[in-house]
T-cell receptor, first 108, second 115 residues
Framework: KNEVEQSPQNLTAQEGEFITINCSYSVGISALHWLQQHPGGGIVSLFMLSSGKKKHGRLIATINIQEKHSSLHITASHPRDSAVYICAQGTSGSRLTFGEGTQLTVNP | NAGVTQTPKFQVLKTGQSMTLQCAQDMNHEYMSWYRQDPGMGLRLIHYSVGAGITDQGEVPNGYNVSRSTTEDFPLRLLSAAPSQTSVYFC??????????????FGQGTRLTVV
């Protein structure tokens, strides 16, 4: 069974700081997903990647297949980035194995 | 497009009651799944479906039943609610992912309390 572990569990930052959230998995995967869950509860997909790096606005996701590790970076963080960030692995978007999530709080 | 729609958003049940959580998607996705989210744990897969008429169990299927009569709908039935089923439930859908990695789309969640 593939385990997905995230760190840190909780992260507090000041507005403008560079943020990194890490995700490790135990066996080879085909795709790594980064998801965002806002206080209202809804979950949205941020990235899906199987190699290299992807960027969307201030968000950057990287993956190292050899080390079984992925990172989510947020540049110039803002209070509206406060949310739970979740990594998950799986080929099909509907059959995912999830990490426990990282609660990010960005203070003004 | 509405995406993935779950109803109800909130529900309180008494132990032993039954109910159905509804999930509908308008993206013509073949794959649909139900997950539950509990504090201190990642989302866990309850049941999934790869198309109309096809369902299978996930990691935590006990106490839940599903059927998939249409591509659009994937209801989750609680047969006899127990306090251990107090959780937040999410429905998700995606295009088939056998050979191609596919993005997941989630509903807004149903917060269920069993007393």
């Amino acid at each position: 069974k593939n385990e997905v572990e995230q760190s840190p569990q909780n992260l507090t930052a000041q507005e403008g700081e560079f943020i990194t959230i890490n995700c490790s998995y135990s066996v080879g995967i085909s795709a790594l997903h980064w998801l965002q869950q806002h206080p209202g509860g809804g979950i949205v997909s941020l990235f899906m990647l199987s190699s290299g790096k992807k960027k969307h606005g201030r968000l950057i996701a990287t993956i190292n297949i050899q080390e079984k590790h992925s990172s989510l970076h947020i540049t110039a963080s803002h209070p509206r980035d406060s949310a739970v960030y979740i990594c998950a692995q799986g080929t099909s978007g509907s059959r995912l194995t999830f990490g426990e999530g990282t609660q990010l709080t960005v203070n003004p | 497009n509405a995406g993935v729609t779950q109803t109800p958003k909130f529900q309180v049940l008494k132990t032993g009651q039954s109910m159905t959580l509804q999930c509908a998607q308008d993206m013509n996705h073949e794959y649909m799944s139900w997950y539950r989210q509990d504090p201190g744990m990642g989302l866990r897969l309850i049941h999934y479906s790869v198309g109309a008429g096809i369902t299978d169990q996930g990691e935590v299927p006990n106490g839940y039943n599903v059927s998939r009569s249409t591509t659009e709908d994937f209801p989750l039935r609680l047969l006899s609610a127990a306090p251990s089923q107090t959780s937040v439930y999410f429905c998700a859908s995606s295009r088939p992912g056998t050979f191609v990695n596919t993005e997941a789309f989630f509903g807004q969640g149903t917060r269920l309390t069993v007393v």
